[in-house]
T-cell receptor
């Protein structure tokens, strides 16, 4: 069964600090991995997408890494801001039908002033 | 929210009553999805549509039905709501299906008492 595990479940940091969120997956055959940001009361919004051949992808202060051999990804947030407070969801696609998305349960990040 | 609206945004209903949630898109995307999001779980696919009148089941389809009579509208119906269907429901759309990026609506919070 395809699975995506994220850690930690929740994280509290001070504004301006950096943090790293982890995602481990067992999805086959792998197609791509996305990180989504979900603000409270809103739908998820895509931050980055990485395919099998990509190791690193940046989007402003967000940098995602992918190790396809160990099936691990991380999302690094630099110089956090209060607006970064959200749930960050790792989503892995398997090649195949439209059903083949596996969602992690998310990491709830709180940035305090 | 990428031209996707969901209605209603909030609903409280009693056990045993029928409920219909509506998703409307203005992007002319072919694929539409219904997910539910519960604490401790990742988003789980209920049903999806790959064209007008073309639908298929997801991993948690029991107790739900869908219909798509127009490209822009995708309806989710709970024939007889149960307390276990209390959840936040998200609609998503994508242009090409498969592992193509999905864009999410703002969600509907449904409470079944």
């Amino acid at each position: 069964k395809n699975q995506v595990e994220q850690s930690p479940q929740s994280l509290i940091i001070l504004e301006g600090k950096n943090c790293t969120l982890q995602c481990n997956y067992t999805v086959s055959p792998f197609s791509n991995l996305r990180w989504y940001k979900q603000d409270t009361g809103r739908g998820p919004v895509s931050l980055t997408i990485m395919t099998f051949s990509e190791n690193t992808k940046s989007n402003g202060r967000y940098t995602a890494t992918l190790d396809a051999d160990t099936k691990q990804s991380s999302l690094h947030i630099t110089a956090s801001q209060l607006s970064d407070s959200a749930s960050y969801i790792c989503v892995v696609s398997a090649r195949g039908s439209a059903r083949q998305l596996t969602f992690g349960s998310g990491t709830q990040l709180t940035v305090l002033p | 929210d990428a031209g996707i609206t969901q209605s209603p945004r909030h609903k409280v209903t009693e056990t045993g009553t029928p409920v219909t949630l509506r998703c409307h898109q203005t992007e002319n995307h072919r694929y539409m999805y219904w997910y539910r999001q519960d604490p401790g779980h990742g988003l789980r696919l209920i049903h999806y549509s790959y064209g007008v009148k073309d639908t298929d089941k997801g991993e948690v389809s029991d107790g739900y039905s869908v219909s798509r009579s127009k490209t822009e509208d995708f309806l989710l119906t709970l024939e007889s709501a149960t307390s276990s269907q209390t959840s936040v429901y998200f609609c998503a759309i994508s242009n090409a299906g498969g592992d193509d990026e999905q864009y999410f609506g703002p969600g509907t919070r449904l409470t079944v008492t």
